[in-house]
Structures are given as C-alpha cells and as structure tokens.
C-alpha cells in the first residue's frame, strides 16, 4: 500500500466511525459560497480539525468542515473551505479531501471558485461553467508513488469535464434565467495575483479564467474515475485586464454579492444529479 493511500486510509476509517452516510456527490465550495449549508439538509458536519492528518485551511474565509445531508434527494457531501497549495501544503495533500471524498463514495465532483476573469467578453459578477482547464503552471498532484488502489499510472485528461454534466448545468442555467458563460479555467499557485504580463500570456494559451485552486481537485478526481464538473464566479477582471488594482477582499465581496444566485445555479443542477 502506498504512503499516500494508508494516509488516507487513516482519514477513511476516521469518518466510518462517526458517520455511516454515504454520498453520492461531493461539492467543494469556493469562496462567496461558505453559507451554502442553508440550501440543504444537514445530517452530520466534521470539522477537518477532527480528521487525522487532514490539511486544515489558513486562509480568511475559508474555515473548515464537510457537511453531509440531502440537495433535494441528492446524498451529497459539501466541503466548507478547501485548502491552496500556496498555504505550503503538497499538493498530495491538497488533494488528499477530493480522494477521501471519492472513498467515501462520490460518484461526481462539483467543484466551486472564485476566478479572475481573462476573457474580454466577460464581466465581474459572472459565472463561467468551466469546460477544459490549465494546469501547467502547477504541479501535478499526482506527482510520485502512484496510488493504484485509485487509478492508473498515466490517467487520460481528454475529458476532465463531463460532457453530460456540461450539459445539465447548461440546462439548469436556462431554466433558472441565470446567464452562464463558458471556458478554460488556469490554475497558477499563487499567492500572488497575476501580473499583467503574465495575464496576456496566459490569453494567448487559451484561458479564460485564472485562479489558484480547482485543476489539481479535477486531475485528482478524473485519477480516481470520478466525474468531474465545475462554475467560476468571475470575482474580478484579472491583471492588466481593468486597471484596479487586485485584492482579496474585493475578491471576497463580489463573490458573496453573487452567493445567492451561485447557490440556486448548484442546487438546481445538483438535484437533478
Ligand atoms: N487571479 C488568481 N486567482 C484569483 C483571481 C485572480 O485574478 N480572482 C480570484 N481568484
């Protein structure tokens, strides 16, 4: 067994002690989305703090827990804050909660951020389904031993996003009146916002959107068979691109100025999963 797997075996066991809930999604909420818990049933939280060697966030905004209850019918697991590689965590262990989810039975991925807009044709405030991604400028998580027990050696990323999830979340946005842009997601490290330079690099290469977290969950996740999907709320335009200058409560701000309508475009899409 790797070292990696009995790591999260430590994780798995843990949570089977003290829930029997299986569920069927996991959804990983991004800044903005941290009151999400109103919009479903909750029947068990633990708080990461509890889990043995489970990476605790740092980050303002982002405290820590998944929730486990019921989005309409829909077993769901929610985690409340995520933890970044620039926190200096691996990037193993970053991704260790998407494995532990996938362990505790997740059949897809959901995931959540707040994002610098790219695109030209984008404005702050809107949500980008996510439809292929950058990872480039980071380490892959799955960098070292492989974990079998997971998946392969040299998983195929031809389709990260689901194209049947694409689909439905597309739907529910029509349905909900709810306008949906489209496109690639860059993952960068962090902490550090963009510079201008770099943001007309990475227009050239075809992103739409950058953040600093949500690729490395997707490679983790697509490892581990595990269908992926994911919305960026369009924080702000990204370096260069307006001339404000970038800050991460502003970041904070319109992402929790857009909570409600994010949260109605998950839950609607979700229920129907
Ligand atoms: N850059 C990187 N990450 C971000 C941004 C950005 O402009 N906005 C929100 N997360």
Redesign the pocket.
């Known amino acids: 067994m790797s070292r990696q797997f009995e790591k999260l075996e430590v994780c798995y066991k843990y949570y089977q002690s003290v829930t029997d809930f299986v569920p069927k999604v996991g959804l990983i909420l991004g800044?903005g989305l941290g009151g999400y818990a109103k919009n479903m049933k909750v029947e068990k939280e633990i708080p990461y703090g509890d889990i043995p060697g489970f990476p605790v966030s740092t980050v303002q905004g982002h405290d820590g827990k998944f929730l486990f209850g019921y989005i309409g019918n829909v077993p769901a697991v929610v985690m409340k804050g995520r933890v970044h590689y620039y926190e200096g965590y691996s990037m193993e262990d970053v991704v260790l909660p998407t494995r532990l989810m996938k362990r505790m039975g997740i059949e897809i991925l959901f995931l959540t951020?707040?994002?610098?807009g790219i695109n030209r044709s984008f404005h702050v405030g809107d949500f980008m389904m996510i439809t292929d991604q950058i990872s480039s400028f980071a380490p892959s998580p799955l960098i070292g031993e492989n974990v079998f027990e997971l998946g392969e050696r040299f998983p195929d990323m031809t389709h990260i996003y689901d194209e049947e999830l694409m689909d439905l979340i597309g739907k529910t946005a029509r349905e909900e009146n709810i306008s949906l842009q489209k496109g690639v997601y860059l993952q960068?490290t962090?902490p550090n916002?963009?510079s201008p330079a770099e943001i007309r690099m990475y227009s050239v290469l075809g992103a739409d959107a950058?953040?600093?977290s949500t690729a490395c969950e997707a490679i983790a996740a697509r490892h581990a068979g595990v269908r992926v999907c994911g919305i960026s709320c369009i924080?702000?335009m990204?370096?260069g691109i307006s001339d404000e200058e970038?800050s991460h409560l502003d970041?904070q701000s319109v992402a929790d100025q857009r909570a409600g309508e994010f949260e109605r475009l998950v839950t609607k899409s979700i229920e129907k999963m």
Do not use: Q, R, W
């Open positions: 800044s951020n707040a994002a610098g960068t962090g916002f963009e950058v953040g600093m924080s702000n990204a370096s970038l970041v």
